[in-house]
């Protein structure tokens, strides 16, 4: 079992910036990768970006490439999600997850295995 727990949501305008935390607990976290996804209303869940065991290497979602960037503590047991140049667009509820099985990581929602509650982010124009 993994629990997992988003924090780092809020208010934010147009052209600012969030930082997205997420804790993991349960297993060593180093043994699997990570993932971010949100899920704006009326619309399905997105890929955001999702980061390797090591955290040597990360993959991005064509909508925050350039934008956002994703890292992990190992020692800490945390991956977190900066985002930079926020759009209105962005606007969702941004869930962290955990993938058991990859052995890079992978975009794909059925690849995870945990997931957490998620925090809202709410871009304003």
């Known amino acids: 079992q993994v629990q997992l727990v988003e924090s780092g949501g809020g208010l934010v305008q147009a052209g600012g910036s969030l930082r997205l935390s997420c804790a993991s607990s349960?297993?060593?976290?180093?043994?699997?990768?990570m993932g971010w996804f949100r899920q704006a209303p009326g619309k399905e869940r997105e890929f955001v970006a999702a980061?390797?065991?090591?955290?040597?290497?990360?993959y991005y979602g064509d909508s925050v490439k350039g934008r956002f960037t994703i890292s992990r503590d190992n020692a800490k047991n945390t991956v977190q999600l900066q985002m930079n140049n926020l759009k209105p667009e962005d606007t969702a509820v941004y869930s962290c997850?955990?993938?058991?099985?990859?052995?890079?990581?992978?975009?794909?929602?059925?690849?995870?295995?945990?997931w957490g509650q998620g925090t809202q982010v709410t871009v304003s124009s």
């Open positions: 997850a955990a993938d058991l099985k990859s052995a890079m990581y992978s975009s794909r929602r059925a690849s995870y295995d945990y």
């Open positions: 349960g297993r060593t976290f180093s043994t699997y990768a």
């Open positions: 980061i390797s065991r090591s955290g040597n290497s990360a």
